[in-house]
T-cell receptor, first 115, second 118 residues
Framework: GDSVTQMEGPVTLSEEAFLTINCTYT??????LFWYVQYPGEGLQLLLK?????DKGSNKGFEATYRKETTSFHLEKGSVQVSDSAVYFCALSDGLRYNFNKFYFGSGTKLNVKP | ETGVTQTPRHLVMGMTNKKSLKCEQHLGHNAMYWYKQSAKKPLELMFV???????ENNSVPSRFSPECPNSSHLFLHLHTLQPEDSALYLC?????????????????FGPGTRLTVL
């Protein structure tokens, strides 16, 4: 079945460091891929998405490219800030086998950015 | 972000109480979802409503009872809960398509209700 695997955390970086959070997926159809971010005490916020192979999603300096050949959707940012400290979730959606858009979420990766 | 609101934000209840969680979306969507987020566990889909019809019940115990009176409102009625039901309950909405899914259909989440069962 469909699933998402993302790197375990926590990830601790210094401010202005380069960030990579790995995400790989398994899917039988043609899913869309998403990154969500959850700040303490809040719900999940959409960070970026890509709906087909080779698409690049980007937002607020974060980027991820939908790589069908490696079944990956790694999240990157060139220079992290303290305010980026949060939990990041990779997700895929499968709208073909159900009568609603079913999401599969990774387990989340906590990012701590130190000043 | 006020597209999806949830009340209350925090709830403490005893095992014999009855309470309800409310979710409202202001995005003009037709699909609404309840998720449970527990510490150290992946996000769990509980219920899905698409155009006010329940299309998914992910083997959720009957002590959780959803209600969707219209496309903008979703409730989760709680009764005789157990301490292991303590979690963050998240509501989400998406455009939805009648009778089918579409993988690009993004889900937008509310801030959640932090539930503690004593």
């Amino acid at each position: 079945g469909d699933s998402v695997t993302q790197m375990e955390g926590p990830v601790t970086l210094s401010e202005e460091a380069f960030l990579t959070i790995n995400c790989t997926y398994t899917a039988t159809g043609y899913p869309s891929l998403f990154w969500y971010v959850q700040y303490p005490g809040e719900g999940l916020q959409l960070l970026l998405k890509a709906t087909k192979a080779d698409d690049k999603g980007s937002n607020k300096g974060f980027e991820a490219t939908y790589r069908k050949e490696t079944t990956s959707f790694h999240l990157e940012k060139g220079s992290v800030q303290v305010s980026d400290s949060a939990v990041y979730f990779c997700a895929l959606s499968d709208g073909l086998r159900y009568n609603f858009n079913k999401f599969y979420f990774g387990s989340g990766t906590k990012l701590n950015v130190k000043p | 972000e006020t597209g999806v609101t949830q009340t209350p934000r925090h709830l403490v209840m005893g095992m014999t109480n009855k309470k309800s969680l409310k979710c409202e979306q202001h995005l003009g969507h037709n699909a609404m979802y309840w998720y449970k987020q527990s510490a150290k566990k992946p996000l769990e889909l509980m219920f899905v409503y698409n155009f006010k019809e329940q299309t998914e019940n992910n083997s959720v115990p009957s002590r959780f009872s959803p209600e969707c009176p219209n496309s903008s409102h979703l409730f989760l009625h709680l009764h005789t809960l157990q301490p292991e039901d303590s979690a963050l309950y998240l509501c989400a909405s998406s455009h939805g398509i009648l009778g089918s899914g579409r993988s690009e259909d993004t889900q937008y989440f509310g801030p959640g209700t932090r539930l503690t069962v004593l």
